[in-house]
C-alpha cells in the first residue's frame, strides 16, 4: 500500500463496518493504520444496501433447505 498511498486511485467494496476490519487483519493496530492511510484523503460512501452476494448465497441456501424438507416430507421422515 505504501508504494500507491497518495499516487493511485483505489476503489475498496466491503460489508464491513470499520469496527469489523480487525476481524479481518487479526491486529488493531494494523487495522488502524491501514484505515488511517486510506481515509486520509478520500470519500466513503455508504450505500446503505445489502450484499447481492450474501442475498444470493441465501436464497439458493433457502432453497435447498426447502427441498430437504419437502422431500423429507414426501418420504414421510421427520
Known sequence: MSSWYEHT???IT???EFKEWDTIF???KMT???LDRLTHHCEIIETGME???LKSRQH???DVT???DN???FNGCN
Open 32 to 34: 488502524v493504520a491501514l
Open 71 to 73: 422431500s423429507r416430507l
Open 9 to 11: 486511485p483505489v476503489i
Open 60 to 62: 439458493k441456501e433457502g
Open 26 to 28: 487479526h491486529s488493531q
Open 66 to 68: 426447502q427441498a430437504l
Open 14 to 16: 466491503t460489508n464491513l
Open 51 to 53: 450484499s447481492y452476494r
